[in-house]
């Protein structure tokens, strides 16, 4: 259906973003979601990608970036 490099450039990333976005709305923890985000994509990444510990770190940045917006999104909301 995809290819694997669409799924890591396109995909993987939207959806990191967009559960991290939920799970902050949800939880209200950052550092949580983040350590959730790095030790399944740490786990991923050895499991299944066969790859090493780069690329583990965008997509928790990416995940960073879903938590603040998140967050912004609490403090205006309430």
């Known amino acids: 259906m ?4 669409v799924m890591l450039v396109v995909v993987y990333p939207i959806l990191v ?10 939880i ?3 550092a949580i979601i983040l350590y959730i ?5 740490f786990i991923i990444s050895w499991t299944i990608f066969k790859s090493g510990f ?3 770190l965008p997509y928790t940045f990416i ?13 205006f909301k309430g």
């Open 37 to 41: 985000c790095f030790a399944g994509w």
């Open 2 to 5: 995809f290819e694997p490099l």
């Open 54 to 56: 780069l690329i583990v």
């Open 63 to 75: 995940s960073l970036i879903g938590t603040l917006i998140g967050d912004l999104i609490i403090k």
């Open 17 to 26: 973003f967009i559960i991290s976005l939920i799970a902050q709305l949800i």
């Open 28 to 30: 209200k923890k950052k």
